[in-house]
């Protein structure tokens, strides 16, 4: 079965470093998306992508978030300047469809990313 | 809007029970729904969507009603296994959007 995979599963950081986060979404999907999961707390939307462009990005998405595809296979977000409060599990998930028929998207298992 | 904290609602129950995790919503315009298992050291996985003409939908072993008059949705397992223990979330979408957003999550932990 098809599956989103994420890279590396676990990165750790100083504050203020820049840091790539790479997902590889399933093969046939068009729509790409980034969320973030702060420990015990609620999964939260970043940012989604499509035909090469953001098609919505959230407040969190700011100017230190900026994600690319660089190649036919992956997706990447890209942290400039890593905060303490960035810490989290970073999820990467795709879908085949957009709107709402798009409620299945398929999610990667996630990088876990700690800022020191 | 929910509380956000570390703890999250739990619902223990015996293998080969029917478990029922709820949710409330706040936006009255949602109008899309979306129900999610997390487990352990993974990422969430759709379960069951359902879309507000409906109040009912059923899948395999799952069922999700929605009341929009008290904006409340639930997820109705049947047979509850070991398997299905893990976080489960509703997640709601409106006006269009492919965005869910998400709820905290109910753990759910089955005892075999």
């Known amino acids: 079965e098809p599956e989103v995979t994420q890279t590396p599963s676990h990165q750790v950081t100083q504050m203020g470093q820049e840091v790539i986060l790479r997902c590889v979404p399933i093969s046939n999907h068009l729509y790409f998306y980034w969320y973030r999961q702060i420990l015990g707390q609620k999964v939260e939307f970043l940012v989604s992508f499509y035909n090469n462009e953001i098609s919505e990005k959230s407040e969190i998405f700011d100017d230190q978030f900026s994600v690319e595809r660089p190649d036919g296979s992956n997706f990447t977000l890209k942290i400039r300047s890593t905060k303490l409060e960035d810490s989290a599990m970073y999820f990467c998930?795709?879908?085949?469809?957009?709107?709402?028929?798009?409620?299945?998207?398929?999610f990667g298992p996630g990088t876990r990313l700690t800022v020191l | 809007g929910e509380s956000v904290g570390l703890h999250l609602p739990t619902l223990s129950v015996q293998e080969g029970d029917n478990s029922i995790i709820n949710c409330a919503y706040s936006n009255s315009a949602s109008d899309y729904f979306i129900w999610y298992k997390q487990e352990s050291g993974k990422g969430p996985q759709f379960i069951i969507d359902i879309r507000s003409n409906m109040d009912k939908r059923q899948g395999q072993r799952v069922t999700v009603l929605l009341n929009k008059t008290v904006k409340h949705l639930s997820l109705q397992i049947a047979a509850t296994q070991p398997g299905d223990s893990a976080v489960y979330f509703c997640?709601?979408?409106?006006?269009?959007?492919?965005?869910?957003?998400f709820g905290r999550g109910t753990s759910l932990i089955v005892h075999p």
């Open positions: 997640a709601e979408g409106a006006g269009g959007s492919y965005i869910p957003t």
């Open positions: 998930a795709s879908s085949e469809r957009s709107g709402r028929a798009s409620g299945e998207q398929f």
